[in-house]
T-cell receptor
Framework: ETGVTQSPTHLIKTRGQQVTLRCSSQSGHNTVSWYQQALGQGPQFIFQYYREEENGRGNFPPRFSGLQFPNYSSELNVNALELDDSALYLC??????????????FGPGTRLTVT | GNSVTQMEGPVTLSEEAFLTINCTYTATGYPSLFWYVQYPGEGLQLLLKATKADDKGSNKGFEATYRKETTSFHLEKGSVQVSDSAVYFCALSDRGGGNKLTFGTGTQLKVEL
């Protein structure tokens, strides 16, 4: 069984540029969540996608946007990059909703550096 | 809003020592509680979970008990190994909040020979 995969592994961008990060969910998982993890901090929730629609959003500006595709893979887009956007971006997928615990399984992350 | 507070690290222990990492939470509903572990250069791995009061989650020798009366979910292990060196994150998921995870700031554990 293939776990959550993310691409690219590392990325360097310049302030003001745009970036797209990609995530393939674990087989059978239909919900994808994105998190930002700054150095030395815990992950912060950006947003979640379920059945191709945004299903909850954290305290991130609109220049953070996303998509989910019919195969449940997902993209995170960040426009007008700022230096503070430098972080590890984590994607997590969850299985179809059954029971009371929605476990999330994380990918290895994409390290974004903005210069 | 929801929040998670963890003890600050780094925590440095000798191999075979007893480990406790404290975690307390604030939540409006009845959250599920998790411990995740992050090894250097990697993403997060689910270590254990508990979904209701008095539940005990356990995995790989680690344990944590969901204490509603003290709003705590402390992580324990009886005998740590060098391979346990990592950053440990306590997290909660409030079902009313759309299943997003709220994390603590993480506790770095270093185990020495």
């Amino acid at each position: 069984e293939t776990g959550v995969t993310q691409s690219p592994t590392h990325l360097i961008k310049t302030r003001g540029q745009q970036v797209t990060l990609r995530c393939s969910s674990q087989s059978g998982h239909n919900t994808v969540s994105w998190y930002q993890q700054a150095l030395g901090q815990g992950p912060q929730f950006i947003f979640q996608y379920y059945r191709e629609e945004e299903n909850g959003r954290g305290n991130f500006p609109p220049r953070f946007s996303g998509l989910q595709f019919p195969n449940y893979s997902s993209e995170l887009n960040v426009n007008a990059l700022e230096l503070d956007d430098s972080a590890l971006y984590l994607c997590a997928s969850s299985p179809p909703r059954s029971g009371i615990t929605y476990e999330q399984y994380f990918g290895p992350g994409t390290r974004l550096t903005v210069t | 809003g929801n929040s998670v507070t963890q003890m600050e690290g780094p925590v440095t222990l000798s191999e075979e020592a007893f480990l406790t990492i404290n975690c307390t939470y604030t939540a409006t509903g009845y959250p599920s509680l998790f411990w995740y572990v992050q090894y250097p250069g990697e993403g997060l791995q689910l270590l254990l979970k508990a979904t209701k009061a008095d539940d005990k989650g356990s995995n790989k020798g680690f344990e944590a008990t969901y204490r509603k009366e003290t709003t705590s979910f402390h992580l324990e292990k009886g005998s740590v190994q060098v391979s346990d060196s990592a950053v440990y994150f306590c997290a909660l998921s409030d079902r009313g909040g759309g299943n997003k995870l709220t994390f603590g700031t993480g506790t770095q554990l270093k185990v020495e020979l």
